[in-house]
C-alpha cells in the first residue's frame, strides 16, 4: 500500500481534509441509532498525536450517498519507532485505523509496516496481531491508550516475523508456489481463467530485492500484486492488472498475502 512519505513529517489537517474530509465529520449520519454515539476520527487524530502517533496518510470510499459519512483510513506512525534491518532494510511500524460515521463501524486499528526501501506498506495478519476494535460509545483516552500500547508491545513479534521470513530460504519451485497462490488470492476463482509469467512477476524491480529469502520474495510479489505491475493473458487478450485503489480491498488482500507467506515461514 504506497503512502506519501515526504521525509517522515506528518499531514497536515488541511492535507488530511483533502484525502479524506469525512474524518472530521461532526455529526452522525442520518437516521443513525439514537444509541449511537458520534465520535469524529479527528478527535483520534488528537489523542493519537498525544501518544505520539502522527497521520502520514488517509483515504476514504467514494460515497454513492451520504457524503462524508463514508468509511475511511487513516495511516499513523511513530518515528520514535524505527526496526532498523541489519542490511539496510529499514521499517516503520504503522497503525492504521478505520472508521465511519453511519454506526456501522467500530473504531478498528491494524498493525503495518511501512518498507522504507520500496515506499510500501504491509499489513501485519496473524493470530498475534488481530484487529483492536474501540467501540463509539463511552469511548476515552485511557481506552485509546490501552489498545496502542498493546500494539506496541507486541512490535518484538513483529520483528521476529521480519527475521523469520530473512532466515527462510526458498528453492525455486516454492518461490513460483507462493506467486501462483498469491494471484489465486488477488482473483479468486478467476485465476484459473488466466495465464501470468511467474518469471515475470518474481522478478525483482530493485537491486535490495534480490535473494531468495522469503522476506525478499514476499515483498516482490506483493508489491505487483497490489500496485499492477504484472500483465497475464486472458482468453486472447493480454492485459495489464491494476493496481488496487480501494483501500477495503487493498487492506484485505494484504492481510490475506501476509498471511500467504507466513504459512511458508512455518514449514521452512
Not at 500500500?1 to 474530509?21: G, H, V
Not at 528453492?171 to 511467474?198: H, K, M, P, S, T
Amino acid at each position: 500500500m504506497p503512502l506519501d512519505l515526504n521525509n517522515n513529517q506528518f499531514l497536515t489537517e488541511s492535507q488530511i481534509r483533502e484525502k479524506a474530509s469525512s474524518v472530521f465529520t461532526t455529526t452522525a449520519a442520518p437516521g443513525t441509532s439514537e444509541k449511537y454515539s458520534h465520535i469524529s476520527t479527528d478527535r483520534i487524530i488528537n489523542d493519537m498525536a498525544e501518544l505520539g502517533w502522527g497521520v502520514v496518510d488517509a483515504k476514504q470510499v467514494r460515497a454513492r450517498k451520504g457524503e462524508g459519512f463514508q468509511k475511511h483510513l487513516v495511516v499513523f506512525r511513530n518515528n520514535d519507532l524505527f526496526i532498523e534491518g541489519e542490511d539496510g532494510d529499514d521499517v516503520f511500524p504503522q497503525i492504521l485505523l478505520t472508521n465511519s460515521h453511519d454506526g456501522k463501524n467500530s473504531f478498528t486499528f491494524t498493525a503495518g509496516l511501512f518498507r522504507l526501501v520500496c515506499e510500501n506498506g504491509l499489513v501485519i495478519s496473524t493470530q498475534e496481531f488481530e484487529n483492536m476494535k474501540i467501540r463509539h460509545y463511552g469511548y476515552d483516552f485511557a481506552q485509546l491508550q490501552t489498545v496502542i500500547t498493546g500494539i506496541v508491545a507486541a512490535l518484538p513479534l513483529t520483528v521476529e516475523s521480519m527475521n523469520s521470513f530473512k532466515q527462510t530460504q526458498l528453492a525455486q519451485e516454492q518461490i513460483i508456489e507462493l506467486a501462483r497462490r498469491a494471484v489465486e488470492v488477488r482473483f479468486g476463482e478467476q485465476a484459473q481463467n488466466i495465464r501470468i509469467d511467474y518469471n515475470e512477476l518474481i522478478e525483482p524491480t530493485r537491486p535490495e530485492d534480490r535473494g531468495t529469502d522469503l522476506w525478499s520474495v514476499f515483498n516482490v510479489i506483493q508489491e505487483k500484486i497490489t500496485q499492477g505491475m504484472f500483465s497475464y493473458t486472458a482468453g486472447a487478450k493480454v492485459r495489464k492488472a491494476r493496481r488496487i485503489k480501494n483501500f477495503k480491498q487493498d487492506l484485505d488482500l494484504n492481510a490475506k498475502l501476509f498471511e500467504l507467506a507466513a504459512e511458508f515461514a512455518v514449514a521452512a
